[in-house]
């Protein structure tokens, strides 16, 4: 019995689960978000979390650190400039995993794993600072009825027909 041993084998040798995680980490820093099974996301936090914390170091060892597990300048690059600096004031738990509810072919629980936005985008809302004005949804049912009404209004009657025109004799 595997009584609290830590980490998921997720049904893959050494190597394979290595390098599921380093091509998820690429694409979750890349993107910002992605989808996957809840068991891997859960497991992915712990590298993603990891390179953030790297991140803000940002110093040569720091860079060589997360090169080598990642193998991608560019990422690096966006670990340090963008998303290390979005996240100096906080200690941990930079990514949010979003049930999603269970995949079709094979009933897979699924999660949205992403890095969450920064704290200047969470004081602007805080604020009140509009965003992006909504139409109420009442007003917008009321503009399509009127549409409808117009475009049936317009429309020209039919001629009668041999049987219309039977039943008026």
């Keep these: 019995m595997r009584h609290q041993v830590s980490g998921r084998k997720l049904g893959r040798t050494t190597s ?4 599921l995680f380093r091509n998820m980490v690429n694409s979750l820093v890349d993107k910002e978000s992605i989808r996957t099974t809840l068991h891997k ?3 992915l ?4 979390d990891r390179m953030i914390t790297i991140g803000k170091k940002n110093d040569l060892s720091a860079k060589r650190e997360a090169f080598n597990f990642l193998r991608s300048e560019t990422i690096v690059k966006k670990i340090f400039d963008e998303l290390a600096p979005r996240f100096k004031d906080r200690h941990g738990g930079y990514t949010r995993i979003v049930k999603l509810g269970y995949r079709p072919g094979d009933a897979a629980a699924m999660a949205l794993i992403q890095y969450l936005p920064g704290e200047g985008a969470a004081k602007a809302k ?4 509009p965003t992006s004005p909504k139409e109420p949804k009442i007003k917008a049912k009321v503009e399509k009825k009127e549409k409808a009404k117009k475009t049936t209004a317009k429309k020209e009657p039919k001629e009668k027909t041999k049987k219309d025109k039977k039943k008026a004799k």
């Design 16 to 19: 394979h689960r290595w390098a």
């Design 41 to 43: 996301a859960k497991e």
């Design 45 to 48: 936090r712990r590298f993603a």
């Design 126 to 129: 805080a604020k009140g600072e």
